[in-house]
């Protein structure tokens, strides 16, 4: 017992010892900076902002957290630029597909007043011209309008007639032709038999008669699209006395619809687009009419039969570039082979060709020049994308369209120039160039006048 207070007194100055070891190591921590407890158990009081109103720093054991880069500038710049232009045109391209979706449910209108605009080019100047001479504005425009459409009209009667008076005549001649190809066939080096030839003829005379009745529907097709060629015949005509007699207020209207802003420089572009149109309907009818008489008279003189039609459908085909020439040239060649044989399919041949190649290097540059200056490769891709998306009529006026919206393109490029030239001179005192003449609201069917 006599032990035990000495015991306890040791005990104590242990803990005493182990007190003083701990208190060390606290006052170690703090002064490294360390706390004793986790972070997420420190409650840091709210602390008032000072008389600048900033925020005071976060306290110095706060963890340092590493800036996360701006998503923006983390995605290459190419990429962003490829994004920016993909949406855009993904834009476009939806536009341009609503509009295409328009125009095809209202075709025939379209395609109607788009002739009429070809067939106003065409006759506007001799209004402008009537006009000078002294006859009223209405008159000039009947006295045009009434003998354009009695030429077109005698054009088409002749064709009919035509082809009608010379149809036994060319069956007959297709006859002959079917029994020579026949006697070729079987005296030619392939081994052709009469046999196989009787086959043929069986199996075709068979699905004839097996398909009456889509035949049948055919031919009431035919009706049907006879009705709306004959519609889209009148809505043209309307149109074209209309845009003849009354073109200036249209064009007027027209601008009204355009933005305050954008109103001049459209007003510009149209004098230029219609003259485009101009120059290329008078060049085309003029080069047409060349390769027609040129290739009919060799036509006439190889003793083909038709050959006046035939002649009229090469000038009716070459209002579709590049392609037109090609078909209405290879129909010519075979009338000429299945009437004639085969030197004379061969003579028209080389009178095609020739004649097409001087249109192409002599005609074409001489008589439109560059009033019209469209590459052959933006020709080929717009017959093709008007056929497919209106037919015949889409290729007949997707060149003169492509035309017409390289000129007005051209133009409020060179436009917008001038405009920014004016805006600097103030700025640096610099001379504005003039780039395109003041623009004049001079509206279609209203030129000359």
Known sequence: MSRLPGWLAGMGASLTRIGEHLEERRTEAAKDD????????VVVPDAAPSASGSVPPPPSYAPAIAARPDPVAAIPWGIRVAAEAGWRLLVLAGTLWVLIRIISAVQLVVLAFVAALLVTALLQPTVARLKRLGLPRGLATAVTAIAGFV???????FVVWQVMDNLDDLSDRVRDGIEELKRWLLDSPFHVTEQQISDIAKNLSDTIGTNTEEITSAGLQGVTVMVEILTGILLAMFSTLFLLYDGKRIWQWVLKLVPAQAREGVAGA???AWRTLTAYVRGTVIVALIDAIFIGFGIYFLDVPMAVPLAVFIFLFAFIPLVGAVVS???AVVV???TQGVFTALMVLIVVLAVQQIEGHVLQPFILGRAVRVHPLAVVLAVAAGGLTAGIGGAVVAVPLVAVTNTVVGYLRAYSKEQALRAAQPLYGATTIELAPTPVPVPPGAQGE
């Open 34 to 41: 360390v706390p004793d407890v986790a972070v997420a158990d």
């Open 151 to 157: 030429v077109m009209g005698l054009v088409g009667w």
């Open 270 to 272: 149209g004098p230029r």
């Open 329 to 331: 040239g290879a129909l």
């Open 336 to 338: 000429a082979l299945v």
